[in-house]
């Protein structure tokens, strides 16, 4: 990990896709990683941007609150990247130079998602359709008329113009707080222990969350039976082999270590400040705009008085009356 602010992008297919998806999933899941990987790259390295090679770590979910069919991306990405040093942007024999600058994205603010969700929708598409082309996919049931090309081409027109979910997460607030989402999703599959509630021989019941719903209402629970509970499981098995976690730009396997070795040594540089790269909610109101959640709905919580052991709290001034009562009195 990186002495800098880490930042949680997440891509998610529409629902058309996602359909076609649980019957070709070592394809599909695969594209969903490489238009997404491609599209953060991509204009990160753009200097209207960033202008500099960024790290990401990729983690494919599939899965709703509910257990439902609902692919998408989870990344984690260093908020900076390497670049080459200014003047020797076509040094070497091949035209690169060897990246010696860390450039820092501005505090919180990673990328536009909206540059991000144009480009990946269009990435996407093009690699699912040569996938097609290629005779790479496969339908059946209520889709298994989209093997033919003019067929497919027209259920994905309405996609083109369809806004494509990406949004950029609250900022980690440190490398600590990375590790510990990782570590929660690196062999969990669909749901955790915690979250079941009974099981019996009416079925099974779990909590959800509804996130359609804002405040404590959108916690709930849900019954169903034996075989609804495992089907719905058993569509989150990934196909033998599958890596669900990937690492691209300069954290991408094969020359990590290497890279990694240099940010830190850019990152220890005199004049650089790592704490000023490092999302901490103790620092900003903006990262954290609720620094007091309410611990049962996660709402804000006002301070209104704030008093030591032994000190009497204050009584609250009185406010004054509404207009209309003070005028009657």
Known sequence: MLPVGYFHLVFTLPSQIADIAYQNKRVIYGLLFRASAEATLTIASDPKHLGAKIGITAVLHTWGSAMTHHPHVHMIVPGGGLAPARGEEDAGPT????????????????????????????????????????????????????????????????????????????????????????????????????????????????KWKDYRISGPARYKTMSLSHHEFIRRFLLHVLPKGFHRIRHYGFLANGQRTANLDQARALLDRPGHDPAADTASPDKSDELNPYPHPCPKCGGPMVVIETFGPGQIPLRPQARDPPAGKAEAA
Not at 100 to 106: F, M, N, Q, V
Not at 123 to 143: C, Q, Y
Not at 173 to 179: M, R, T
């Open 95 to 206: 035209g690169t130079a060897k990246s010696e600058t860390w450039i820092s994205c501005r505090p919180r603010f990673f990328l536009s998602v909206r540059v991000l969700s144009r480009l990946f929708r269009r990435l996407f598409l093009e690699k699912l359709i040569a996938a097609h082309e290629a005779g790479d996919l496969r339908f059946f049931n209520e889709h298994a008329a989209l093997a033919e090309s003019t067929a497919f081409k027209r259920y994905l027109d309405p996609l083109r113009k369809a806004e494509w979910v990406v949004y950029a997460k609250q900022p980690f607030a440190g490398p600590d707080q990375v590790l510990a989402y990782l570590s929660r999703y690196t062999h969990r599959v669909a749901i955790s222990n915690r979250r079941l509630v009974s099981a019996d021989r009416q079925g099974v019941t779990f």
